[in-house]
Nanobody
Framework: EVQLVVSGGGSVQAGGSLRLSCTTS????????LGWFRQTPAKQREGVAS???????TYGDAVKGRFTISRDNAKNTLFLQMDSLKPEDTGMYYC?????????????????????WGQGTEVTVSS
C-alpha cells in the first residue's frame, strides 16, 4: 500500500518561510506524479504545485514565484519550499501521488489526477 507522510507545517509571520516534506513509501521503481494541495477556509481544495518524475513542474497562480516544489527520488521525498508567505496561504496542506506504470505523467494541479493522499499539515501565517 502506498503511503505518504507529511511534515513541516507550523506558524510563521507574514514574509517568513516554511518547508514541507512528504515521504513516500512502497512506490520505489515506479514513475509517478507528485503534488501539493491546500484547503483553506475560504476556498475548496486547490492545487499548489506539482512535479513529475522528470522534474517538470507547474504552480498555481497564487504561489508562483514564492513556492518551489522539488523531489529527491533517491530518498522518496517531496518538498515544498514556501517563501514570502502571506496570511492567505494559511490552511491545511496535503501531498498527493499518482503512479505512472507505463511512462511519465505530466504535472497536474487537479486533485482528480491523484490516487494517493497524505495526511494534512497545518500552515498558519499571521499578519
Amino acid at each position: 500500500e502506498v503511503q505518504l507522510v507529511v511534515s513541516g507545517g507550523g506558524s510563521v509571520q507574514a514574509g517568513g518561510s516554511l518547508r514541507l516534506s512528504c515521504t513516500t513509501s512502497n512506490m520505489r521503481g515506479r514513475s509517478y506524479r507528485l503534488g501539493w494541495f491546500r484547503q483553506t477556509p475560504a476556498k475548496q481544495r486547490e492545487g499548489v504545485a506539482s512535479i513529475n518524475h522528470d522534474a517538470r513542474t507547474t504552480y498555481g497562480d497564487a504561489v508562483k514565484g514564492r513556492f518551489t516544489i522539488s523531489r529527491d527520488n533517491a530518498k522518496n521525498t517531496l518538498f515544498l519550499q514556501m517563501d514570502s508567505l502571506k496570511p492567505e496561504d494559511t490552511g491545511m496542506y496535503y501531498c498527493a501521488a499518482r503512479p505512472a506504470p507505463y511512462g511519465s505523467l505530466l504535472p497536474s494541479l487537479r486533485d482528480s489526477d491523484y490516487s494517493y493522499w497524505g495526511q494534512g499539515t497545518e500552515v498558519t501565517v499571521s499578519s
